[in-house]
């Protein structure tokens, strides 16, 4: 059964430094999301994007993420310079259709630490 | 805004009791509602959705969840725990407007099962 893979599944970095988080969403869905959860909270929406182009982004997403599609299969997350705050696990989820119930699949998620 | 919010963060039920696990959502709009499990370092896996019709819904793994609109529910049950059962659950709500795929999800409910 296909399913979304995400690499690598833990990292840790200094505080200050760049980070990318990378996701293989499945093969023929075209909308792809990325989720946090701090230890202990909520999982929490960060930002979706479809036909190379964020379509939404929470408050969360400020102007030290971005995010992109580089070669047709990975789609990733960058943090430019990460902050104490920024531990969390991040899930990368993809859907076929986008939108109207239709099922998000998530992948194992990456556990961000840092220091 | 959409919000959940689940009743209990730790459920505990002995093996072959009935599990029930509480959700309750806003939305200003019709819902698309979900439960989602997270395994110990896994990622989060479908168990079931309501998006329209009947408003049982059969998941699973033997899960099923009742949407109630008069009183904003989507509780999820389980007439007879297993021991694989054990996990966290999250409920979600996702609607339309311009937020078509964005999930918003609940703080999440770990499930003891007892021998």
């Known amino acids: 059964e296909p399913e979304v893979t995400q690499t690598p599944s833990h990292q840790v970095t200094q505080m200050g430094q760049e980070v990318i988080l990378r996701c293989v969403p499945i093969s023929n869905h075209l909308y792809f999301y990325w989720y946090r959860q701090i230890l202990g909270q909520k999982v929490e929406f960060l930002v979706s994007?479809?036909?190379?182009?964020?379509?939404?982004k929470s408050e969360i997403f400020d102007d030290q993420f971005s995010v992109e599609r580089p070669d047709g299969s990975n789609f990733t997350l960058k943090i430019r310079s990460t902050k104490l705050e920024d531990s969390a696990m991040y899930f990368c989820?993809?859907?076929?259709?986008?939108?109207?119930?239709?099922?998000?699949?998530f992948g194992p998620g990456t556990r961000l630490t840092v220091l | 805004a959409q919000s959940v919010t689940q009743l209990g963060s730790h459920v505990s039920v002995s093996e072959g009791a009935l599990v029930l696990l509480r959700c309750n959502y806003s939305?200003?709009?019709?819902?698309?509602l979900f439960w989602y499990v997270q395994y110990p370092n896994q990622g989060l896996q479908l168990l079931l959705k309501?998006?329209?019709?009947?408003?049982l819904v059969k998941g699973i793994n033997g899960f099923e969840a009742e949407f109630k609109k008069s009183e904003t529910s989507f509780h999820l049950t389980k007439p007879s725990a297993h021991m694989s059962d054990a996990a966290e659950y999250f409920c979600?709500?996702?609607?339309?407007?311009?937020?078509?795929?964005?999930?918003?999800f609940g703080q999440g409910t770990i499930l003891t099962v007892h021998p």
């Open positions: 989820a993809s859907e076929l259709a986008g939108g109207k119930g239709d099922t998000q699949y």
């Open positions: 994007f479809y036909n190379n182009e964020i379509s939404e």
């Open positions: 939305s200003s709009v019709p819902p698309y």
């Open positions: 979600a709500v996702s609607g339309g407007g311009t937020s078509y795929g964005k999930l918003t």
């Open positions: 309501y998006t329209t019709g009947a408003t």
